[in-house]
């Protein structure tokens, strides 16, 4: 073995197929799990994809090997440190948005945002709906997609569109 190759990793082939529900290719491998976090993974897969039969936990695994991709290669472009009732707040939104759809978009509509917002604080006003997306926006845990600047409170509009800076 040279010096060229021992810095190469080798893998061992794996066999590949087409997805016949969604065309993509796949590769099969094989996990080892602890009991606990395959138990923990069947509820979640039945959770996140009530609907299917087989497959589920392929899914599964695959949204979360995404998520986490998406939360470490993001940049973020100043420190992210909220405060823990806004921090709860995003987190309680991302689930709720994982539970409905399957995975969270990495931008969000205001009106949408703020549908999310009123549903899980229990807010029947849109104005402090607005009030908790202005304080999200403040503690960085989203910004404007759009170059927006400075977004004041009451420069906060149903154009605007959200771009998640800390996934949770």
């Given at each position: ?11 061992r ?24 976090a ?7 897969a ?29 940049n973020?472009?100043?420190p ?60 960085g ?13 009451e420069?906060?509009h ?11």
């Amino acid at each position: 073995m040279s010096a060229d190759d021992s810095s190469r990793v080798e893998y061992r082939r794996r066999k590949k197929f087409r997805s016949k529900r969604t065309g993509e290719e796949k590769i099969i491998i094989d996990i080892v799990l602890s009991v606990d976090a395959y138990k923990k993974l069947q509820e979640i897969a039945q959770r996140l994809f009530p609907d299917l039969i087989r497959g589920r936990i392929s899914y599964t695994i695959e949204h979360m090997i995404k998520t986490f991709a998406v939360m470490y290669t993001h940049n973020n472009t100043r420190p992210v440190n909220p405060r823990p009732s806004t921090q709860e707040l995003a987190k309680a939104i991302q689930e709720q948005i994982r539970f409905e759809h399957g995975t969270i978009a990495p931008d969000i509509p205001h009106r949408v945002l703020r549908q999310y917002i009123m549903f899980v604080r229990g807010i029947k006003t849109p104005r402090h709906a607005d009030a908790w997306a202005y304080k999200m926006y403040i503690e960085g845990i989203i910004k404007p997609r759009r170059g927006e600047k400075a977004i004041r409170p009451e420069k906060i509009h149903d154009e605007v569109i959200w771009e998640w800076v800390m996934v949770l």
